[in-house]
């Protein structure tokens, strides 16, 4: 006796895999779409409370003072203008070109100080922009000073 | 004597088994990776700066992002259009503006400083306690004056925030 079905084409018989490949493609579309990754943008952290020229009281007696000094940031016309302290000075019409002269100037100074002998996380940098600066001739002058090496960078109002 | 064959077995389609391990492996990195449902506030319209140096905040639950562009001007009290995402009594999170100055129920309010300081300082009708080490993100435009940002790291400082952050982007 002849047993038929032993001859028949045998197909792959596991499980359907077909919808289970459908969902999980989906899935997939889904979380590439939908998810942010943020991976372009950083962060420039300033922990140095704000600072106003002419406002507050008499400091008691006693009070240990950081060393602290001055960047001064102004746009006249195309002119970028950045002024440190009284060791350093840079026009330029391009912010980048004229911070880049500026990092090398500040770097100077960090030398100077720490052949000084200055505690250096306790020094601090405040920028005071003209009224007409942009955030985007800010950012040049604070990263000039977070590259030279000072960590404590913050910002200055001449008035309110 | 015949010999038995063997039956002729026979692929019903082709192999899915390493899509489906490839593919599986792929939703498991998105879900750990890909921030789904987290939305910080920040506005996606706004060109931020650029900048090489900067660190990321790993610690984004104590921070409030404020997106801040530059105001009208030619108008009596300048100020500038400052949206975040906020808790308000009795709803959920929205975006919001906060005004400097903003005149309602017969008596000026500085919205900002108000919800800045309610971060800070915590609120018991709101269920919000006390975070010292709350911090500001700021999202500004990259055209943004110093004359509208002023106003905004002043309100920053009044309420005693500890620290801020400029959000920039890397270059290309």
Redesign the interface.
Known sequence: MKIQG???????SGPN?TP??DI??V??IF??L?????T????????V??Q?KGVGAKPPEGTVFPTKFTINVSEQGPLYIVKAGNFASVKDTDPRRACDQLTGQLKDQYRNFKDAGVKMADVQIIIY????????G???A??AA??AGFSKVG?G?NS? | MRRQRMPEIREGGVNVTPLIDIVMCLIIFFMLVAKIGVDTGADRNIDIPTSILGTDIKDMGNTLVLNVVNGPSGVPDPQPIVTALVKRPMQDMQMQELKLHDFYDGKVHDQLLETLKLYRQGDSLLKMQANPDFKVVIRGDKSLIFKFLAPVLMDCNLAHVKSFAFDTKQPQ
């Not at chain 1, 032993?6 to 792959?12: F, R």
């Not at chain 1, 939908?34 to 943020?38: K, L, M, P």
């Open positions: 032993a001859k028949k084409i045998h197909y792959d895999m289970l490949v999980v493609m899935i997939l979380l590439m939908a998810g942010s990754f943020n372009a943008e950083h962060y420039l952290v300033s922990d409370p704000l106003a922009p003209e009224q007409n600066v942009t955030l985007d800010l950012v040049p604070f990263e977070q590259k910002f109002l309110r």
